[in-house]
């Protein structure tokens, strides 16, 4: 069975841009949850859906934003990039809600 | 609060000697648990995992780690590291109401042929 997958694995953007991440979870995994990695802050949580509802977010201004489409994909927005957002975009997916996560390579962003 | 704590930041280690990750968490009530590895550049692979019972729990690449709740530990052991073992090593724990993870700092393994 394939792993999670994400794309762009690398992107670079300036400052005052936007971004569109995008995540394809294992097959049957209804539950994606997304995270920010930093050297600074380390792994934090930002959101997760499940059947295309957010069920939980994290501590992040609402230029951050996701959706889940029908087919369990998701897709993260991030809006008028500031040089802060420049991390590892980590996508996660479980089958079910309070199940294993199993995580994807990771989408690395640079704001220039 | 939900909170995880591994306290090495750093550990070093000769290659076939043993090895004990500390983690602490802190969670009002009965957490499931996650260890998790990671290398340069790469996402997160799962190591092992706790939910409930046996609270000694074997993981892949020859890890295993021990649930203690009267300590709130959570510590990833392996009895003897391979020069392949050298990565960051992330404890999670997470509540029985959300797939949100709570992630230590890290530690970051070394080894030493």
């Known amino acids: 069975k394939a792993g999670v997958t994400q794309t762009p694995r690398y992107l670079i953007k300036t400052r005052g841009q936007q971004v569109t991440l995008s995540c394809s979870p294992i097959s049957g995994h209804r539950s994606v949850s997304w995270y920010q990695q930093t050297p600074g802050q380390g792994l934090q949580f930002l959101f997760e859906?499940?059947?295309?509802?957010?069920?939980n977010k994290g501590n992040f201004p609402g230029r951050f934003s996701g959706r889940q489409f029908s087919n369990s994909r998701s897709e993260m927005n991030v809006s008028t990039l500031e040089l802060g957002d420049s991390a590892l975009y980590l996508c996660?997916?479980?089958?079910?809600?309070?199940?294993?996560?199993?995580f994807g390579p990771g989408t690395r962003l640079t704001v220039l | 609060a939900q909170s995880v704590t591994q306290p090495d930041i750093h550990i070093t280690v000769s290659e076939g000697a043993s090895l004990e990750l500390r983690c602490n968490y802190s969670y009002g009530a009965t957490p499931y648990l996650f260890w998790y590895v990671q290398s340069p550049g790469q996402g997160l692979q799962l190591l092992l995992k706790?939910?409930?019972?046996?609270?000694l729990v074997q993981g892949i690449k020859g890890f295993e780690a021990e649930f203690k709740r009267s300590q709130s530990s959570f510590n990833l052991r392996k009895p003897s590291v391979h020069w392949s073992d050298a990565a960051e090593y992330f404890c999670?724990?997470?509540?029985?109401?959300?797939?949100?993870?709570?992630f230590g700092t890290g530690t970051r393994l070394q080894v030493f042929p």
């Open positions: 999670a724990v997470g509540s029985y109401n959300t797939d949100k993870l709570i």
């Open positions: 859906y499940f059947s295309e509802t957010q069920r």
């Open positions: 706790y939910f409930s019972g046996d609270t």
């Open positions: 996660a997916s479980s089958f079910d809600v309070v199940d294993t996560q199993y």
